[in-house]
């Protein structure tokens, strides 16, 4: 357990989890849009200073504390992250369990996971930079792990009951709703 707690001074006492990490992440994403769209042409040189540039003006400011009080994008970055990374493990978690059940996304998926995933960015990122009101902040007994889990139980048991539903002639609204949404998944 000394290693786990000298690692973490490390990492807290050398500035990686405020400046490094930051500055690499910024730094390999306007690397990774500039080298794909060109925009600098055809040189990685000019690409490199761009990425460098932009990663310095995102970190700099933070060590040198003068961003507004609560919109500190490295802060919003570090609170943002946790929550992004279980959004991805959770869509990975899916992705398992339906090769497990041996069913296949069909194309017309494609545009509703990326509405569901571009709506839970904007949620984490509004929720880290002060938005709006969780319900934890009105009901007492209503906590993050309560949401966590809901999300988990509506998800999967969405996804085992669209696999392992039985055909019904019922013409309800219901059966239509689930008739769409197994048309989004193709058994083989």
């Given at each position: 357990?000394?290693?786990?707690?000298?690692?973490?001074?490390?990492?807290?006492?050398?500035?990686?989890?405020?400046?490094?990490?930051?500055?690499?992440?910024?730094?390999?994403?306007?690397?990774?849009?500039?080298?794909?769209?060109?925009?600098?042409?055809?040189?990685?040189?000019?690409?490199?200073?761009?990425?460098?540039?932009?990663?310095?003006?995102?970190?700099?400011?933070?060590?040198?504390?003068?961003?507004p009080?609560?919109y500190?994008?490295?802060?919003?970055?570090?609170?943002?992250?946790?929550?992004?990374?279980?959004?991805?493990?959770?869509?990975?978690?899916?992705?398992l369990?339906?090769?497990?059940?041996?069913?296949?996304?069909?194309?017309?998926?494609?545009?509703?996971?990326?509405?569901?995933?571009?709506?839970?960015?904007?949620?984490?990122?509004?929720?880290?930079?002060?938005?709006?009101?969780?319900?934890?902040?009105?009901?007492?007994?209503?906590?993050?792990?309560?949401?966590?889990?809901l999300?988990?139980?509506?998800?999967?048991?969405?996804?085992?009951?669209l696999?392992?539903?039985?055909?019904?002639?019922?013409?309800?609204?219901?059966?239509?709703f689930?008739?769409?949404?197994q048309?989004?998944?193709?058994?083989?």
């Amino acid at each position: 357990m000394a290693a786990v707690d000298t690692l973490s001074s490390f990492i807290t006492n050398f500035g990686i989890l405020e400046f490094l990490l930051p500055f690499l992440l910024v730094f390999t994403i306007i690397y990774a849009v500039a080298e794909k769209s060109k925009i600098l042409g055809e040189k990685k040189a000019y690409n490199v200073v761009l990425a460098v540039i932009f990663g310095l003006l995102f970190v700099l400011p933070h060590q040198l504390g003068i961003y507004p009080l609560g919109y500190d994008p490295v802060a919003v970055l570090n609170a943002s992250l946790p929550s992004i990374a279980l959004v991805a493990v959770a869509a990975i978690m899916i992705l398992l369990l339906m090769g497990v059940f041996g069913a296949n996304f069909t194309t017309k998926i494609a545009p509703w996971i990326a509405l569901a995933s571009l709506g839970f960015v904007i949620y984490i990122f509004g929720s880290a930079l002060g938005f709006w009101i969780s319900p934890s902040t009105q009901l007492s007994w209503w906590t993050t792990e309560l949401t966590e889990l809901l999300i988990i139980i509506l998800v999967f048991g969405g996804i085992v009951w669209l696999i392992t539903k039985e055909p019904n002639n019922d013409p309800g609204p219901i059966k239509k709703f689930g008739d769409y949404l197994q048309s989004m998944v193709e058994k083989p």
